[in-house]
């Protein structure tokens, strides 16, 4: 079974709007996603696969940091492959991220099979 964060650091991400991340070991600046918590379990998706954005980073080199509030976590990312799993992550996006300007984005990370596709596990390392 892989490891878990503390219930602290998951409750933190839950209740974020949003995240810091840093994919890969090299000198890159955190930027800010989109995360939520199923099963108590940290998800992330990527809303582009830019060769140089986190996602394709992640797919490289899965280590790298999550930012919640001022805490650096050292983390390693998973592909999710099961679909009862997604589509989990995308009801906890809908219920998350449930203003008329999140709309779009919660809609395109569902109904994109290619965005659904980078979701994502972030685990302690």
Known sequence: MAKR?????????????????????????????????????????????????????????????????????RVRAVPAKSERLKAAVSAAYREKFNTPGSKKFVDGFERSKRRRDTTTELVPR
Not at 34 to 45: C, K, M, T
Not at 58 to 73: C, D, K, S, T
């Open 5 to 73: 964060f503390p219930a602290r650091v998951v409750q933190a991400v839950d209740e974020a709007k949003i995240l810091g991340i840093r994919a890969g070991t090299g000198e890159h600046r955190i930027i800010g996603i989109w995360a939520v918590v199923v099963e108590d379990r940290v998800f992330v998706r990527s809303w582009g696969s830019r060769e140089d954005g986190w996602y394709r980073t992640f797919l490289e080199e899965p280590r790298g940091i999550m930012q919640v509030g001022e805490r650096h976590v």
